[in-house]
């Protein structure tokens, strides 16, 4: 699983939920990231279009045995290629993780790193075929 960490700050696409959606939503998307108590929930200020807005932020756990930032990267990459669970290979949801962030011109060097340990030089079919994604669909890149 990937996680925000401390320190710094991050570029990336937000979960929407409409108002009328989010008793229903919020549950699913609690329920998926906090499954394991790898994620701690914390609110967050983010910047829209320049304009801050408050949103939940799923990060990491630090205190968790299953947290492994501290693990160098060839063996994080290791752990990734032979790591599997019940939502499927570890190394598919890297690279899928990659391929969307690529789609979304967005860039994170220790991603790309690992991925590239794994030979990623493509998007997924999927997203070739894609019309350009709108933020208010961004739901789509949270796969189940």
């Known amino acids: 699983m990937l996680e925000l960490d401390q320190g710094g700050c991050c570029r990336g696409v937000g979960l929407c939920i409409p108002a009328a959606e989010a008793g229903r939503e919020s549950p699913l998307v609690w329920a998926r990231e906090m499954a394991t108590g790898v994620s701690i929930a914390r609110w967050v200020s983010i910047d829209v279009g320049g304009r801050s807005v408050r949103a939940i932020a ?31 290979s570890c190394t598919d949801y890297l690279l899928n993780t990659a391929d969307h962030l690529k789609a979304l011109d967005l860039s994170d060097s220790y991603i790309e790193g690992l991925a590239a340990r794994h030979g990623i030089p493509r998007l997924w079919p999927c997203l070739r075929a894609a019309p350009p994604i709108a933020p208010e669909l961004c739901r789509q890149y949270f796969p189940d």
């Open 58 to 88: 799923f990060t990491a756990n630090r205190d968790h045995p299953r947290y492994a930032g501290s693990v160098p990267d060839d063996r994080a990459a290791a752990l990734i290629a032979a790591a599997t669970g019940q939502f499927g």
